[in-house]
């Protein structure tokens, strides 16, 4: 599976749009990108899945671009319960491995 | 619906006890199971993972041990705790029926080994 490279921390203020961006340059055709929530003393929670262009729920979007090297996800006016890490996983259901990165620690101050 | 069991939630175990971890998925068949350790202020480290009965893949060498009885039935154990196995580990599950979908976790047990 494609490694994935993300920053390590981004603070921001509440009402603020964060955008994390995640790299994964060796993707293989049948590979998704996941995108995981993970708070303190707490198992990380699904938050998006795509493919490829733009994906929206009432969480968050992901933007991929056409060559799927890269990922976007973005979190629209955060709140200070948006405080957490975020993992970007690059997924491929025959294979069944689930492999988390270090993530991105997003912290939101008022 | 689809519910995941870990226990116990805390756990204080001496330097050379035993360890015994118990996951259990309610609600599906089939599932992919994992066990992850995160150390504190780290990320998720894969430690095992399972895609049916009797198959295991070990990502770490290390002291510990997983098995799958039954379908649903995911143990960690070790025979020997050190103190670097100290940490917070996280049992999962994802479908092995569909296209890639969400893992769902356990609420974690927290191993102090003293």
């Known amino acids: 599976l494609a490694k994935t490279t993300q920053p390590i921390s981004m603070d921001s203020y509440e009402g603020q749009e964060v955008n994390i961006t995640c790299s994964h340059n060796?993707?293989?055709?049948?590979?998704?990108i996941t995108w995981y929530q993970q708070f303190p003393s707490q198992g990380p929670r699904f938050i998006i899945q795509?493919?490829?262009t733009k994906v929206t729920n009432e969480v968050a979007s992901l933007f991929i671009p056409a060559d799927r090297k890269s990922s976007t996800l973005s979190l629209p006016r955060v709140s200070l319960s948006d405080t957490a890490v975020y993992y970007c996983?690059?997924?491929?259901?025959?294979?069944?491995?689930?492999?988390f990165g270090a993530g991105t620690q997003v912290v939101v101050t008022p | 619906s689809q519910t995941i069991h870990q226990w116990p939630a805390t756990l204080v175990q001496p330097v050379g006890s035993p360890l015994s971890l118990e996951c259990t998925v309610e609600?599906?068949?089939?599932?992919?199971l994992y066990w992850y350790r995160q150390a504190a202020g780290r990320g998720l480290q894969l430690l095992f993972y399972?895609?049916?009965?009797?198959?295991i893949s070990s990502e770490v060498p290390q002291n510990l041990s997983a098995s799958r009885p039954q379908d649903r039935q995911f143990i960690l154990s070790s025979k020997k705790l050190l103190l670097s196995d100290s940490g917070f580990y996280l049992c999962a599950w994802s479908s092995t029926s569909q296209g890639p979908t969400e893992a769902f976790f356990g609420q974690g047990t927290r191993l102090t080994v003293v």
């Open positions: 609600g599906t068949s089939n599932p992919n």
């Open positions: 996983l690059v997924v491929r259901n025959s294979w069944g491995k689930l492999q």
């Open positions: 795509g493919y490829k």
């Open positions: 060796n993707i293989a055709t049948n590979d998704y």
């Open positions: 399972s895609v049916g009965i009797g198959q």
